[in-house]
């Protein structure tokens, strides 16, 4: 029902900005719940990153990113998008979108929907 593609990602140095995009296909796009994941080595589990509700509102950070990244959404062109500055070597990550209508936000498992990924690479 929807199909998720991100973009946007990059190399860039430390203290550097990027903005992710991710845009859906199908109209269901804006009765979901958009989250941000992302996975920093291959093998490891995918990290909440941030989250908003369908209007854009209940907005959540994970403390790590929290102050540096904005989330938002744009439900006619149905493009979320997560905007990051002061990039840390840390944030190293393949950064991924996901869609749900609700459950436990944190927890990767609960999102039905992910795009592909797309990779940030951030040098020191």
């Known amino acids: 029902q929807v199909q998720l593609v991100e973009s946007g990602g990059g190399l860039v140095q430390a203290g550097g900005s990027l903005r992710l995009s991710c845009t859906a296909s199908?109209?269901?796009?804006?009765?979901?719940?958009v989250g941000w994941f992302r996975r920093q080595a291959p093998g490891n589990g995918r990290e909440f990153v941030a989250?908003?509700?369908?209007?854009?509102?209940?907005?959540d950070y994970a403390d790590s990113v929290k102050g540096r990244f904005t989330v938002s959404r744009d439900n006619a062109k149905r493009t979320a998008y997560l905007e990051m500055i002061s990039l840390k070597p840390e944030d190293t990550a393949v950064y991924y979108c996901?869609?749900?209508?609700?459950?436990?936000?944190?927890?990767?498992?609960?999102?039905?929907?992910w795009g592909q990924g797309t990779q940030v690479t951030v040098s020191a």
């Open positions: 199908g109209r269901a796009f804006r009765s979901y719940s």
């Open positions: 989250a908003l509700d369908w209007v854009g509102g209940n907005i």
């Open positions: 996901s869609a749900q209508s609700g459950g436990s936000r944190r927890d990767p498992r609960s999102w039905g929907y």
